[in-house]
C-alpha cells in the first residue's frame, strides 16, 4: 500500500506571493490533518479536513486555508506569504478523524517551504 | 504552547550504548505516542502507550508512562547509527478546536557515532 505522498518536495518562494501544497493520503484513509513544523515553534497543527469539511483548525491566521476533495486528497494554501512561514509541511492521514488519540497518523515526507 | 516537553533537548552516545529520552506533558491524557524523524523527512510512528499502561516494549524500544508525575520515556537498546535522528512525544489535543489532534513536543536529537 502506497504510503502519504506530498508534492512538491521542495519550493521556494518570495514574500507576497501565495503557495498551494498537496497531499494524497493512504488509500482508505479519509482524514487528512496538516502540521507546520519550524526551528522555533516546532511542530503545530494546521487543521483537520474530513468528508471535504475542516473538523479543527489550529491557532494559525486566515492566510492558511486548506480543503479536501472527494477523493481525499488534501491541498493547503497559504496567501501573501512572510518570512516566517518558511518551513517543513507535513500531512498526515488516518482512517477516520478523531482517532489520533487512539491510532496512528501516517505522516507524509513533507514540502520544504523557503520564502526569501 | 507544547504539551510535550523532552529532554535532553540533544543526545550523543556511541553504538551499542543505551539511548533514554524523556517527555513530560501538562494536562491529562488518554495516549502518548513517540514518532521519530530523520533530518528533515516526516515522521514516523514509533509506538503509543495508553493511559493505563505502564510499560510497553517494541522490538529495542521500551517506553515507560507515569501518569502520576505526567511523564513518559522511551528506551533505546543497543542503538545502533540508523537511529540517529529526533524523537518526539505526542499527546492528544482536547481543548478548543484541536481536540483529537496530536501535540508535539520540540523533540531530543539523538547521535549515535560508530
Known amino acids: 500500500k502506497a504510503g502519504v505522498t506530498q508534492t512538491p518536495r521542495y519550493l521556494i518562494k518570495t514574500r507576497g506571493q501565495q503557495v498551494t501544497l498537496s497531499c494524497s493520503p493512504i488509500?482508505?484513509?479519509?482524514?487528512v490533518s496538516w502540521y507546520q513544523q519550524t526551528p522555533g515553534q516546532g511542530l503545530q497543527f494546521l487543521f483537520e479536513?474530513?468528508?471535504?469539511?475542516?473538523?479543527n483548525k489550529g491557532n494559525f491566521p486566515g492566510r492558511f486555508s486548506g480543503r479536501q476533495f472527494s477523493n481525499s486528497r488534501s491541498e493547503m494554501n497559504v496567501s501573501t506569504l512572510e518570512l516566517g512561514d518558511s518551513a517543513l509541511y507535513l500531512c498526515?492521514?488516518?482512517?477516520?478523524?478523531?482517532?489520533?488519540?487512539?491510532?496512528?497518523?501516517?505522516f507524509g515526507p513533507g514540502t520544504r517551504l523557503t520564502v526569501l | 504552547s507544547q504539551q510535550g516537553e523532552e529532554d535532553p533537548q540533544a543526545l550523543s552516545i556511541q553504538e551499542g550504548e543505551n539511548a533514554t529520552m524523556n517527555c513530560s506533558y501538562k494536562?491529562?491524557?488518554?495516549?502518548l505516542q513517540w514518532y521519530r524523524q530523520n533530518s528533515g523527512r516526516g515522521l514516523v510512528h514509533l509506538i503509543l502507550?495508553?493511559?493505563?499502561?505502564r510499560e510497553k516494549h517494541s522490538g529495542r524500544l521500551r517506553v515507560t508512562l507515569d501518569t502520576s508525575k505526567k511523564s513518559s520515556s522511551l528506551l533505546i537498546t543497543a542503538s545502533r547509527a540508523a537511529d540517529t535522528a529526533s524523537y518526539f512525544c505526542?499527546?492528544?489535543?482536547?481543548?478548543?478546536?484541536?481536540?483529537?489532534?496530536?501535540?508535539f513536543g520540540k523533540g531530543t536529537k539523538l547521535s549515535v557515532k560508530p
Open positions: 505526542a499527546t492528544e489535543a482536547n481543548y478548543g478546536g484541536s481536540q483529537g489532534n496530536l501535540i
Open positions: 488509500s482508505g484513509h479519509r482524514s
Open positions: 498526515a492521514s488516518s482512517l477516520v478523524p478523531g482517532l489520533a488519540a487512539t491510532d496512528t497518523q501516517y
Open positions: 502507550i495508553r493511559s493505563n499502561e
Open positions: 494536562t491529562s491524557i488518554n495516549n
Open positions: 479536513y474530513f468528508s471535504e469539511t475542516q473538523r
